[in-house]
């Protein structure tokens, strides 16, 4: 509440003062990407926050304390007039600050992205383009932009509703990947929820609750943690042959994440799978460990 208050203090003081975000009647106006959308450099405006933190000892407080929310409310007004274009800005300074260890950096980008107009929507088609990439600091940042669209926290199921499901493109199927590797179980039913309506539901549903059970009697040491399951590999197996890929995805991820529930020629057959994201995940399943 604290925050809210104080840059709403500081869109004011801009307003009377340098003109910036002053137009109220601009501000209530949907924002959606108008000529000059950057007028705020949003790069320069991070980094006179940053250097305003690491001087904060150095200068008066209460004035430093005023220029920082100063430059928040900046930020803040950058954001509604170009949501998706300030949270690449932000995604850029992150990555830049997490690859160089800086703490400070990441934090305050961290900040800006809690002080965004950004819906998921649009937190999500910013950082598409950036699923492709493989170095880690951007998979720490993506990942964790990922997670806030999710909301998995306090033990929920991950939230894939923002997530496009029939999306080829490279970036796409990146994504998709992503939400099987997250969570199989949820991705499966994101699949089967949103094709069928009808009674082609159930195979799929079932499968999933088998698997479910299964990994629940491991969890809570009802069964070895790695002992096969022959009930759970026919399920696989039967996934392994439906027509739709994400059901052949689905029995390719649970294997590579419980190798005990695969067999040689069923893993085979997923390695030569024609569509390439079960192809790939496949390939990356290790050999179980034989008693």
Not at 208 to 223: E, P, T
């Amino acid at each position: 509440m604290k925050l809210i208050g104080q840059l709403a203090l500081a869109v004011v003081a801009l307003g009377a003062g340098s003109g910036c975000g002053g137009d109220t009647g601009e501000r209530n106006q949907p924002a959606r990407n108008p000529p000059n959308a950057n007028a705020i450099p949003v790069r320069a405006e991070l980094d006179r926050l940053l250097e305003l933190t690491t001087r904060a000892g150095e200068s008066d407080e209460q004035r430093a304390t005023e220029l920082f929310y100063q430059g928040l409310a900046r930020l803040m007004v950058a954001s509604e007039r170009d949501e998706v274009g300030f949270v690449r800005e932000l995604i850029d300074f992150e990555v830049a600050a997490v690859a160089a260890r800086n703490e400070k950096a990441a934090a305050l980008a961290i900040l800006a992205q809690h002080i965004s107009s950004a819906s998921k929507s649009q937190t999500l088609q910013a950082v598409l383009p950036y699923l492709t990439k493989s170095d880690d600091a951007t998979q720490q940042v993506v990942n964790r932009l990922l997670g806030r669209i999710e909301d998995a926290s306090g033990g929920r199921p991950p939230d894939f509703r923002h997530y496009p499901l029939r999306d080829d493109s490279e970036s796409g199927l990146a994504l998709i990947e992503h939400m099987f590797r997250r969570s199989p179980d949820d991705a499966l039913q994101s699949f089967v929820l949103a094709v069928y309506q009808d009674e082609r539901r159930k195979p799929l549903l079932w499968a999933r609750h088998v698997v479910d059970d299964a990994l629940w009697k491991r969890q809570n040491g009802f069964v070895p943690a790695k002992e096969p399951d022959a009930v759970v590999t026919r399920e696989l197996e039967k996934m392994a042959g439906r027509d739709e890929w994400w059901a052949r995805l689905y029995a390719a991820e649970i294997i590579r994440q419980h190798p005990e529930f695969g067999k040689d020629e069923l893993v085979k057959r997923l390695a030569d799978d024609p569509h390439p994201l079960v192809q790939k995940t496949a390939k990356t399943i290790r050999p179980p460990i034989r008693k």
